[in-house]
Antibody
Framework: QVQLQESGPGLVKPSETLSLTCTVS????????WSWIRQPPGKGLERIGY???????NYNPSLKSRVTISVDTSKNQFSLRLTSVTAADTAVYYC???????????WGQGTLVTVSS | EIVLTQSPGTLSLSPGERATLSCRAS???????LTWYQQKPGQAPRLLIY???SRATGIPDRFSGSGSGTDFTLTISRLEPEDFAVYYC?????????FGQGTKVEIK
């Protein structure tokens, strides 16, 4: 059974960089598409972007200038960097494995990241 | 950007009743790109339906999806206690991929 686990700081200061890692277990990361999706408290879902195991990426245009998603196949992990964060970036961040691009099948439990000084 | 509008915002029903959830797109969406998720409080979303009408593995057959173009529907034929949750539609046919704002199905 594939499992995903997000990790990283739960508190980030405004203007700094949010960094999260998703560790995949129960299967190899060397296949499929891998995504980051976020959900502000009490609100709906927003796609951040995805990466193919080979390294090709696709980002939400509204975040593209601030987002980098990378993959480390040796560690079975993929990561999210979001620069110049503001309070609007406060959200639960989920990592997911796509069944096909756009269809998130396996999800991590999510991690709350709060942007505050 | 394709805007997905879900209605109603909240659906109050009793167990055993039928639930009909609507997802309307601001422009035409390929059926292959329309997905439904279920989310319970404090949990990650769960994939229910992909390709507008295909159930994901392990999803009971009381859940069904239909529609095309700009109008899509998720139907729960007979609500079970575990079905009370928030449901989101999502399109991945046009960048950026977008979600609807969700429909909450609550116990009446």
């Amino acid at each position: 059974q594939v499992q995903l686990q997000e990790s990283g700081p739960g508190l980030v200061k405004p203007s700094e960089t949010l960094s999260l890692t998703c560790t995949v277990s129960g299967g190899s990361i060397s296949s499929y598409y891998w995504s980051w999706i976020r959900q502000p408290p009490g609100k709906g879902l927003e796609r951040i972007g995805y990466i193919y195991y080979s390294g090709s990426t696709n980002y939400n245009p509204s975040l593209k200038s601030r987002v980098t998603i990378s993959v480390d196949t040796s560690k079975n992990q993929f990561s999210l960097r979001l620069t110049s964060v503001t309070a609007a970036d406060t959200a639960v961040y989920y990592c997911a494995r796509e069944f096909d691009p756009g269809i998130a099948y396996y999800w991590g439990q999510g991690t709350l990241v709060t942007v505050s000084s | 950007e394709i805007v997905l509008t879900q209605s109603p915002g909240t659906l109050s029903l009793s167990p055993g009743e039928r639930a009909t959830l609507s997802c309307r797109a601001s422009q035409s969406v390929s059926s292959s790109s329309l997905t439904w998720y279920q989310q319970k409080p404090g949990q990650a979303p769960r994939l229910l339906i992909y390709g507008a009408s295909s159930r994901a593995t392990g999803i009971p057959d009381r859940f069904s999806g239909s529609g095309s173009g700009t109008d899509f529907t998720l139907t729960i034929s007979r609500l079970e206690p575990e079905d009370f949750a928030v449901y989101y539609c999502q399109q991945s046919g046009s960048s950026p991929w977008t979600f609807g704002q969700g429909t909450k199905v609550e116990i009446k």
